[in-house]
């Protein structure tokens, strides 16, 4: 990978592409540093500490701008919410599926997804706004009757304002940069948390404990075993294999080769586990809210219930996978049609060897793509309850100062898999210029 790179950085073009994304992520690392006016810079929901919230959630994805109020605090999170929604919504839609068929259907695609995003960001500054100024010593100062009215209107102005400048600048990587620009944006906020996570780690050694000195090198191990089982897993694949036959055009014969239908493992990336997360993060943001209420009756049902959406317990790991598996196989229906691709088969004069053409094609397509999700979503459940099983062993044997650890699997799979797919870019690119020698 480091070698793409600097073989990358040698020639001009793809330099010019490298150093403008560099650029990019300067000014999205810099508004994160820059408090919104009237803002105290304080850490409005503490640190992240795995319990669980909705705030721990975009805290992760913003790199903590969310938590200290910054220009950029709500991050890209509305965009990524956006074109989820679309996405799901053009299943249910036929208008919005005939439009992503095209390419000037794509183009109002991408339009509509902004102006949803503007209401998202919306929405989210408003709702932001409410609950810290609902908080004591969060705001320099707080305004009272049209002065405050006034106030909330620029704050949630100027939020709005950054979600959408951080929106243009993962468009302006797209087009003159190199890599996806959400998922490069995502990637620089995921990453500036790193120093604070191997500072967890290193951390116990300065206990004088004899059992951190074997379990803060064990959690560093398995952090690297859990990347590099990633990459494996971000390039499994099955493969189903296909005949096309010889078919005579005029004079030429055209066909009669073999090729394969190349189907990933992992066919829903990272987003499983989000939407998993989003679901859980419920129950533990609605106990923060109410949380004076619960104290109160430490003996309450609502007590017990909000208990068993700790991260740290068992029934929220079940909860967890159950989810994982669910969205897995809701994700796969969404993005593979079996009857649609054994029609495109049938119609290029290609079959798959021993099954008919029609419909058996199309039940044996789905028979090797439900495999296929359920192996998936297995692979990406170890990932992602990875941190959670640490935390129950943690908690249970009491190592009180590994609990600062904040290793997140939907963390390490956006950044492993940003990295990957940078790497591949830069690849493809470097080929299409016919330097063949930087890949040797």
């Known amino acids: 990978m480091l070698k793409t790179f600097i073989n990358a950085w040698k020639i001009p073009d793809l330099r010019k592409k490298m150093i403008f994304t560099i650029f990019i992520v300067f000014i999205f690392r810099l508004g994160c540093q820059i408090p919104v006016p009237f803002f105290s ?4 929901f503490g640190t992240s500490t795995g319990s669980g919230t909705f705030f721990d959630f975009v805290s992760m994805l913003t790199g903590e701008a969310f938590n200290y109020g910054t220009l950029f605090a709500l991050g890209i999170t509305p965009y990524i919410n956006s ?3 679309l996405q799901l919504l053009a299943v249910a839609i036929p208008a919005l599926e005939k439009l992503s068929h095209d390419e000037e259907g794509r183009k109002k695609m991408t339009k509509i997804t902004r102006y949803v995003t503007v209401g998202l960001a919306l929405l989210q500054s408003v709702a932001y706004f409410i609950y810290i100024r609902s908080k004591d010593n969060f705001l320099i100062f707080k305004a009272e009757g049209f002065a ?7 704050i949630v102005s100027v939020l709005t304002a950054g979600s959408v400048l951080v929106m243009w600048l993962g468009e302006q990587i797209n087009d003159k940069g190199i890599g996806n620009g959400i998922s490069i944006i995502l990637f620089a906020g995921i990453v500036s948390r790193l120093p604070a996570t191997l500072y967890g780690i290193i951390q116990p050694f300065w206990v004088n404990r004899s059992w951190y000195y074997l379990l803060s090198p064990l959690t560093l191990i398995f952090l690297i075993l859990m990347i590099a089982y990633i990459v494996w897993m971000d390039g499994a694949e099955r493969r189903i294999p296909v005949q096309y036959a010889k078919r005579v055009v005029g004079r030429k014969m055209y066909g009669g080769q073999s090729s394969n239908i190349p189907i990933k493992v992992n066919l829903s990336g990272v987003l499983p586990i989000i939407f998993a997360s989003s679901i859980l993060s419920v129950p533990p943001t609605i106990k923060m809210f109410v949380a004076d209420k619960l104290e109160a009756n430490p003996d309450s049902f609502w007590n ?3 208990g068993w959406f700790d991260s740290g317990k068992v029934v929220y790991c079940v909860i967890y996978f159950l989810l994982i598996i669910f969205f897995a196989y809701f994700y796969a229906s969404i993005q593979y049609n079996p009857v649609e691709m054994a029609n495109n088969l049938a119609k290029n004069s290609g079959m798959i060897p021993g099954i008919r053409s029609g419909r058996p094609t199309a039940d044996y397509i789905a028979k090797v793509i439900s495999k296929i999700v359920l192996l998936g979503a297995l692979m990406l459940s170890v990932v992602a309850l990875f941190p959670n099983v640490f935390q129950i062993i943690n908690n249970a044997l009491g190592f009180d100062q590994l609990r600062s650890i904040s290793i997140g699997g939907t963390s390490i799979i956006i ?8 790497v591949q870019q830069i690849e493809s690119q470097m080929m299409m210029r016919h330097y063949k020698g930087f890949l040797d």
């Open 41 to 44: 810079g304080e850490n409005l």
């Open 415 to 422: 950044v492993v898999g940003v990295a990957l797919e940078t």
């Open 304 to 306: 017990t219930f909000f």
């Open 148 to 154: 405050g009215v006034m106030q909330g209107v620029f």
């Open 83 to 85: 074109s989820i929604i």
